[in-house]
Every structure is written in structure tokens, then in C-alpha cells.
């Protein structure tokens, strides 16, 4: 991370805090890697106050700068004109929240996840700073984060560590055990947990890549495959033509 800092010719760290262990961790190896120039910001935007409170106890056990902008204003300004725009294209038909939960919600919860990105890029601007985003190995293998929303960031601390890597580096980091040991959600709506909506858990995600397919069932393996195919147009710069 220090090197990053060096060769972009920055500062410090912005880092996006959830109050889940992911953010906590990169907000802890920020401040290593930068101790006076880390700023921890907090965006609630139609949030769980759970989120925002845990957020708020990972950056007072570190001691960490932060700052709180609330969203919901803004998305609330955003998303109405968005959706009565999408519902009047002429043969349009609006997904139903019933017909598809999973995935009904994703264009909304995207909009959420790229205006907290918006926002961590305008105070990273501001100060000169890098954005320290939150991914790690097993969210980016299977796509589960927003394009150009949770996903843009200039360092990935963490984007070669699964997540039992993730909560064992939190607990050498100090992180508080609450904290290191939450069940991970991106907080994007209510109730949201992250092995419900990908459909199987971290620890079957995690046998996949480092053993490979054979060391789960038939189904599953062809169900994360699929999702790693259909992702990855998230990893990679957009496509062009070869000549």
C-alpha cells in the first residue's frame, strides 16, 4: 500500500466503512500504511443503523479520522426520476419485486453502492488520497460487487485473501471480535446477507478455489462457474474491438 501511495504520487487512504470486517480491516492496514493520512467515511443511505453504529465502533477502537455524509436525500432525488424514466420506455416492462426478489432490487441497490463510490472518490480528490476499496478474493471471483460501485478502487488490499483469510488477519489486526466474526452483508437493503443472495456459503466458495471443482457437488460447481462467467466482464477493462 505504500508503495501505491508512492508511485501515484498520493498521500493516504479513503476507505468506505460498512461495519463489516472487510472495511475494518482495510481501514486498520490504511492507517499502518498511512497513520496520519486515513479517513474513514461513513454513508448511510436508507441504511440498518446496526451498520452505521458498528462502523462508528471499528473507527473509535482504531482511533481512526472519520467523516459521516448521509445519501438517502440524494438517492431519494436520484432514483424517482430514474424509475418513472425506465417505466415509460415504450414496450418496457418493469421487473416485479415479487416476480424476482433477488434481483429486482439491483438496479436500486446499485445506484446506492455508486453514489457512496462518488463520494469516496470526491474526498480521495480533495486530499490527494487513494481510494482503499473493500473486495476480497472470493467476491471477486464470482462478481458479487457492484460495477464501478464497490468494485472501483486503486488499491485492494484484500483482493487476494479469502474471507476465513479475512477474519484471521482481523483478528491479528485487533479488530473487535463483533466485528471480525459479523455475518457479511453489503447493507444495500434491509436484510441483506451476502451467502443467501450467492446461494451457497463463503466456506463452499472458499473449497472451490482452493481445491477446485471436484471438492464440491456437481450443482454447485456448475452454479459458481456460472456466476464467474457471467461476472467477468467486472474484472476486466471494457471491451473493444481487436483492431
Known amino acids: 500500500m505504500r508503495r501505491q501511495l508512492v508511485s501515484a504520487g498520493a498521500r493516504g487512504f479513503v476507505v468506505g466503512l460498512s461495519g463489516g470486517v472487510d472495511s ?109 476499496g473493500t473486495g476480497n478474493r472470493a467476491e471477486l471471483a464470482v462478481g458479487y460487487f457492484t460495477k464501478y460501485g464497490d468494485g472501483a478502487a486503486d488499491v ?27 455475518p457479511a452483508g453489503a447493507g444495500l437493503w434491509t436484510g441483506q446477507n451476502d451467502e443467501q443472495e450467492m446461494g451457497f456459503t463463503y466456506i463452499e466458495l472458499e473449497r472451490y478455489l482452493n481445491d477446485g471443482p471436484q471438492a464440491v457437488s456437481p450443482a454447485l460447481a456448475m452454479k459458481i462457474e456460472r456466476l464467474m462467467r457471467a461476472s467477468e466482464h467486472k474484472r476486466r477493462l471494457p471491451a473493444m474491438p481487436d483492431q
Open 24 to 132: 475494518a480491516v482495510v481501514l486498520r492496514l490504511a492507517q499502518l500504511a498511512a497513520p496520519h493520512a486515513t479517513l474513514g467515511l461513513m454513508l448511510p443511505c436508507h441504511s440498518d443503523p446496526r451498520d452505521e453504529e458498528d462502523a462508528a465502533m471499528v473507527a473509535a477502537h482504531f482511533s481512526a479520522p472519520t467523516q459521516r455524509i448521509v445519501l438517502s436525500g440524494t438517492y431519494d432525488a436520484l432514483i424517482a426520476p430514474l424509475q418513472r424514466a425506465v417505466r415509460s420506455i415504450p414496450g418496457h416492462v418493469a421487473q416485479a419485486p415479487a416476480a424476482d426478489p433477488p434481483h429486482a432490487h439491483l438496479p436500486s441497490a446499485n445506484v446506492k453502492s455508486r453514489l457512496r463510490m462518488t463520494s469516496l472518490y470526491f474526498a480521495a480528490n480533495s486530499l490527494g488520497y487513494l481510494v482503499a
Open 156 to 182: 485492494l488490499p484484500l483482493g487476494r485473501l479469502l474471507k476465513s483469510d479475512v477474519r484471521a488477519l482481523a483478528r491479528e489486526l485487533g479488530v473487535p471480535p463483533a466485528i471480525a466474526e459479523r
